[in-house]
């Protein structure tokens, strides 16, 4: 049985600023998280109640919700990503327009 996907506007802004086959990469695994295919694990400590989905060296944080619904919230460099969502987390989940901050800019490029 499949899950409803919400990819969060940082995640978007991420990914399609990628070169072609990365996109497409980063496309398929998110198509297969839909049905929870994919390098999933669970992240420990201060981000529990998150996991991650490995994309070559990129890694998308995501969690599930009620209801067989699964938020992707930040995407970023595996050097990144952990570090960066950690720090800002509750700022990128809570920001309803989906913007990224000039930080999270800088170190997505």
């Known amino acids: ?3 409803q996907l919400e990819v969060r506007q940082p995640v978007k802004d991420f990914y399609e600023n990628l070169a072609p086959a990365e996109r497409r990469a980063v496309k398929k695994a998110l198509a297969g998280l839909m049905k929870e295919q994919g390098d999933i694990r669970a992240l420990r400590e201060r981000l ?6 490995r994309v070559g ?3 998308i944080i995501f969690r599930y919700l009620e ?10 460099y595996r050097a990144f990503v ?6 800002e987390g509750a700022r990128i989940v809570v920001n309803r327009k989906g ?6 800019a800088r170190h997505s490029k």
């Open 1 to 3: 049985m499949s899950y």
């Open 99 to 104: 913007g990224t901050s000039s930080q999270e």
């Open 48 to 53: 529990e109640g998150y996991y991650r989905l």
């Open 67 to 76: 209801g067989r619904n699964i938020q992707c919230v930040y995407m970023n």
């Open 82 to 87: 952990y570090d960066v969502f950690e720090t």
């Open 57 to 59: 060296v990129y890694r």
